[in-house]
């Protein structure tokens, strides 16, 4: 991508023809319609604002205008440091620019759009000071261990593996870090997002966000060793455990067994016993399965046949070699385990992808995910642009995103889900904070004069 910082104009965004005819997914002409009539900027705002909305005292009437936004425009035009004073703002510049990609940055110590003017002024006061603990995780990392798709195509047979990824990680900021405010994204394309947005999440330094990204390493390999994943020591840390035993077994002895059949083939199962540190286990599986090369049973079959075997020969094995004691999970974790991109979380200045973007290769919108109910989510099944245009030149589509009955569109499901189970009880929340912090205050002031 050309990272090239320019600014420009705002174009007259006037609908020439308000029914065009529908060809393909994504198109500057529908990118317009979509940012006029769909987007929900009153909802983003009330986000990205956290209960700084001006109607307390407490409030901090400048938090959302120290909040960087980058626009990505067509032909690859990079705008970053963006920012906006209040929810008008914002929604002007995205209609006069009507970005391909819209990413959310850091909340910053001054104003990012006036960064320039602190710098010449010889203080450094431009400084990250608050952003959501964020992850992202990519199909496209899992393509040694999916045999449907490669690179960024995705289907229902590989999209579960980003559903498990999405159960064991929800599942451990919740139980092992106490996080509440979760939001997961569906990217747009081949993967998903995670905004954890607790107000201690939001407040962690680089060193902390680190050491989180760290609890959550597992897979440290590379294409060149056959071994990516090692357990060490004689028992599972909890939070694996819980992983192991919850969720990763079954999915891999059930739906991955039976989507991709990894053992049903010399290539795959060779990747498989290249994790088996004993070569007597290795050339005795490998000669029973060249053997039975021409069996007539399914793939799947097959698949299911020669995992159980491998179990039994390591359990036979397990108590005379340390190293083969956890091989059995170490298998299932290289298979299932959530490939993060741990960078992605350990800098508060790096940028994420808004929701409700638009990916211009799908034109797919970036819709909320419920991790309680992410086993119904098709990525397939996510709207497309050409999808809502058609939705609103049938009449079936109310352009007001903030009507409470657009819940039966194509879009409004998702939107309803954004407020009712992860803003409202986020801003509830941020709220209480506000209003213990000024509580707080006053009351040191008042002690400080009762001398």
């Known amino acids: 991508m050309t990272r090239e910082e320019t600014e420009t104009s705002g174009e007259d965004m006037m609908i020439d023809d308000p029914k065009p005819k529908i060809e ?39 938090y959302f205008g120290r909040r960087e936004f980058s626009f990505t425009l067509e032909n690859d035009v990079y705008l970053r440091y963006k920012s906006f004073k209040n929810a008008s703002l914002m929604e002007a510049a995205i209609k006069s620019n ?41 199909i496209t990392d899992y393509d040694d261990v999916r045999y449907c798709c490669s690179g960024a195509d995705v ?51 680089n060193e902390q966000r680190s050491a989180v990204a760290e609890y959550f390493r597992v897979y440290k390999g590379n294409e060149n060793n056959a071994k990516k994943v090692d357990l060490m020591g004689h028992s599972l840390h909890p939070f694996l455990a819980r ?26 199962y060779e990747k498989i016993l290249g ?22 049973l399914s793939e799947e079959a097959t698949s299911l046949l020669r995992w159980e075997q491998l179990k039994k020969a390591l359990q036979s094995k397990r108590n005379k070699a340390l190293s083969l004691r956890t091989c059995v999970e170490e298998i299932v974790f290289t298979f299932t385990y959530p490939r993060i991109d741990l960078e992605v979380s350990k800098q508060m200045n790096h940028l994420l992808k ?55 569109s194509l879009l409004g499901k998702s939107i309803k889900f954004f407020r009712s189970s992860f803003l409202e009880p986020l801003l509830k929340s941020c709220k209480e904070e506000i209003e213990s912090s000024y509580k707080t205050k006053i009351a040191k002031t008042k002690d400080s004069f009762s001398w």
Request: with cysteine; glycine share 6%; charged share 25%.
């Open 98 to 138: 009507f970005p391909y990609k819209i990413d959310i940055g850091a909340v910053y110590s001054v104003d990012p759009d006036k960064r320039h003017a602190y710098a010449q002024s010889g203080t450094n006061l431009f400084t990250p000071v608050e952003r959501e603990l964020v992850f992202d995780i990519d």
């Open 275 to 296: 994790m088996i540190t004993d070569e007597d286990i290795q050339a005795d599986l490998r000669g029973k399965w060249e053997n039975s090369a021409r069996s007539s």
């Open 243 to 268: 992983s192991y035993v919850d969720f990763l077994k079954s999915f891999f002895e059930g739906e991955l067994q039976a989507t991709q059949s990894i053992f049903s083939s010399k290539e795959k």
């Open 155 to 205: 289907c229902s047979k590989c999209w579960p593996l980003m559903t498990v990824a999405i159960k064991v990680i929800d599942t451990s900021l919740r139980e092992d870090f106490g996080f509440k405010h979760i939001l997961w994204v569906f990217s747009g394309r081949r993967g998903v997002h995670c905004w954890v947005c607790d107000a201690k999440a939001r407040r962690l330094t």
């Open 354 to 408: 808004a929701p409700f973007c638009v990916h211009p290769k799908t034109g797919r919108v970036c819709v909320p995910i419920d991790p309680n109910n992410c086993d119904e989510f098709d990525p397939l099944a996510v709207p497309t642009l050409s999808q809502l245009i058609e939705e609103i030149n049938s009449g079936g589509l109310r352009m007001d995103v903030d009507d409470d009955d657009s819940d039966s």
């Open 24 to 62: 393909n997914d994504f198109n500057v002409h529908y990118l317009r319609i979509y940012y006029g009539n769909l987007f929900p900027y009153t909802d983003i705002h009330k986000w990205l604002s956290y209960g700084h909305d001006g109607k307390h005292p407490g409030c901090d009437e400048y």
